[in-house]
């Protein structure tokens, strides 16, 4: 089964920062890496699909690179409805694998 | 509006059964495989089960293998998990999600149904 080994686990950032959330798998998966924004009590929303695309309707600030098996989510200039736990899910190979999620929380 | 309603969730007891539905609608359901994904309390989002458009094509994560069986009824827009001899560990809040296929997954999610597993 691939592993998905997201860091960091948790971080404390302010309004206007740049943050980088990394995903690393245990083996190559292609670009089948989607990146996930979950607040509190609230179904996880789709940001970033094939490892760069921007999901229709998400701000621009977020973009996704990488390929093989490092891949990055990043948010420029961290907005105050940006805080909440972030996962990233390769589905290149069944079983599909989450990461552990991000925590990114008010600094 | 593309929509999913998972339904059939629950208090059960260690060793039941539950059967959850997600009622599709707004999309060409038989043109999409899906997915189950669960979050347990304060845990993160764990992938539990795919099928394919079809059927033809299934698969588990390990700790519901040979527990779970996911299913899919196209004429009726629904899919289905079958969840047998239940664990306090199963306990959590299932999702199905849409799966375009390639490289897109999980594009829509549905509102979630909970499952807690307890004596």
């Known amino acids: 089964d691939i592993q998905m080994t997201q860091s960091p686990s948790a971080m404390s950032a302010s309004v206007g920062d740049r943050v980088t959330i990394t995903c690393r798998a245990s083996q190559g998966i292609n670009n089948y890496l989607a990146w996930f924004q979950q607040k509190p009590g609230k179904v996880p929303k789709r940001l970033i699909y094939a490892a760069s695309s921007l999901q229709s309707g998400v701000p621009s600030r977020f973009s996704g690179s990488g390929s093989g098996t490092e891949f990055t989510l990043t948010i420029n200039s961290l907005q105050p409805e940006d805080f909440a736990t972030y996962y990233c899910?390769?589905?290149?190979?069944?079983?599909?694998?989450f990461g552990q999620g991000t925590k990114v929380e008010i600094k | 509006e593309v929509q999913l309603v998972e339904s059939g969730g629950g208090l059960v007891k260690p060793g039941g059964s539950l059967r959850l539905s997600c009622a599709a609608s707004g999309f060409t359901f038989s043109s999409y495989s899906m997915n189950w994904v669960r979050q347990a309390p304060g845990k993160g989002l764990e992938w539990v089960s795919f099928i394919s458009r079809s059927s033809s094509y299934i698969y588990y994560v390990d700790s519901v293998k040979g527990r779970f069986t996911i299913s899919r009824d196209n004429a009726e827009n629904t899919l289905y998990l079958q969840m047998n001899s239940l664990r306090d560990e199963d306990t959590a809040v299932y999702y199905c999600?849409?799966?375009?296929?390639?490289?897109?997954?999980?594009?829509?999610w549905g509102q979630g149904t909970t499952v807690t597993v307890s004596s």
């Open positions: 999600a849409r799966d375009p296929g390639g490289s897109s997954s999980s594009d829509v």
């Open positions: 899910l390769q589905h290149n190979n069944y079983p599909s694998t």
